[in-house]
Each structure stands twice: as C-alpha cells, then as structure tokens.
Nanobody
Framework: QVQLVESGGGWVQPGGSLRLSCAAS????????AAWFRQAPGKEREGVAC????????YYSDSVKGRFTVSRDTAKNTIYLQMNNLKPEDTAVYYC???????????????????WGQGTQVTVSS
C-alpha cells in the first residue's frame, strides 16, 4: 500500500516562500514519476509540477513556471515543492500524487494518479 504524506503548508504573505514535502512509503520515488497538484475552492484541480524519475526532467504549469521548483531526495524517499514569490492566487490545498503507471509530460495535469496524499493547505494573503 502506497502512502503519501504532505507537510509544510501554512500562511504566508504575498512574495513569501514555502517548501512543501511529500514523504512516501510503499513505493520508491526514485523509480516512478510524481507530481504536485492543487485545488482552490470552487476551482478545478490543477497540476502544478511533475518530476520524472528517469532523468529528473520537470514540467510546470504556466501559472507557476519560474516560481516553483520540484525536487527529490532519494535517501528520504521524499519529493519537495519549493514555492517562491507566492501570490494570493496560489492559495489552495496542495497534493502530491503518483502511481506505478503515472508519467510526466506536458499533459500531466489531465491525468489522475492512483495514490494521493491528504493535502496541505497553503494560504497566501496579507
């Protein structure tokens, strides 16, 4: 059974930074692609970042490109989402997700991995 546990969310002022973590058990993140998604109230779920396991190639939504960075710590079996220059429109619940067959590409946001974490709230406001 794969379990994903996110942490690191919270409240931050516009322009601030947060780093989200997603610790995995039951799966080795070094061998599978994984992604971060978010969902704001009243909005559709959006894929924000995806990390390939083979070559560490990354994909980002246009809304976060240049501000967010996805990375992996193989030893800790954890992926991260470094979020800089946060904006009020980044306010959402953030989820990490993966499964053995999930893969990163330009259309990763349209796919729904099988395993999801419980989510962590990010609130950006002054």
């Amino acid at each position: 059974q794969v379990q994903l546990v996110e942490s690191g969310g919270g409240w931050v002022q516009p322009g601030g930074s947060l780093r989200l973590s997603c610790a995995a058990s039951g799966a080795t993140l070094a061998y599978i692609d994984a992604a971060w998604f978010r969902q704001a109230p009243g909005k559709e779920r959006e894929g924000v970042a995806c990390l390939k396991n083979v070559d560490d190639e990354t994909y980002y939504s246009d809304s976060v490109k240049g501000r967010f960075t996805v990375s992996r710590d193989t030893a800790k079996n954890t992926i991260y989402l470094q979020m800089n220059n946060l904006k009020p429109e980044d306010t959402a619940v953030y989820y990490c997700a993966t499964d053995r067959l999930f893969y990163c590409s330009d259309s990763f946001s349209q796919r729904s991995p099988h395993y999801w974490g419980q989510g962590t709230q990010v609130t950006v406001s002054s």
